[in-house]
């Protein structure tokens, strides 16, 4: 079963990643991708680019800096831009991966893989509390690859 398989079947009838009715199965799979990843040679630096464009697109979100949206002049933008935000930032994480993807010269048909994954996933992403699973569930790709030796 490729990841992007396992993810839809943890997936369930959930629409968004923060109605999974139990994260377990995220974890799992965040664990083999993890493996598999340190596995085929990837390096860290390409899974990093996961890890800190999501970490980044939080902040984004939260300060109302998103590419192409306006937080409406307020400090703070309203749970409604913040929701519109995070779906523009998820859509946007994918041209990241896909860069990553096309110059990878170690582990690419992982990288390949692990795009195609975060395809899905980020299909998933409709609210501001799904792109902070989303942060979580690269948290822990990042944690079990280097958990499993990933240089």
């Not at 699973?133 to 079990?144: D, G, Q, T, W």
């Amino acid at each position: 079963m490729t990841w992007t398989q396992t993810f839809k079947a943890a997936r369930g009838d959930a629409q968004t990643l923060s109605e999974l009715a139990d994260f377990n199965p995220l974890i799992e799979l965040a664990e083999q991708v993890g493996r598999d990843l340190q596995r085929d040679g990837v390096s860290s630096r390409q899974i990093r680019v996961l890890l800190s464009e999501t970490t980044a697109g939080v902040s984004r979100i939260r300060r109302g800096r998103t590419l192409g949206m306006d937080a409406g002049g307020t400090d703070t933008p309203s749970r409604d831009v913040q929701d519109r935000a995070a779906q523009r930032e998820a859509a946007l994480l994918n041209i990241s991966l896909v860069y990553n993807a096309g110059r990878s010269k170690s582990g690419g048909q992982a990288i390949r893989q692990l795009t195609d994954l975060m395809g899905e996933v980020t299909r998933a992403v409709k609210t501001f509390e799904d792109f902070k699973v989303l942060r979580k569930f690269s948290e822990a790709v990042m944690a079990y690859f280097k958990f499993h030796g990933g240089k």
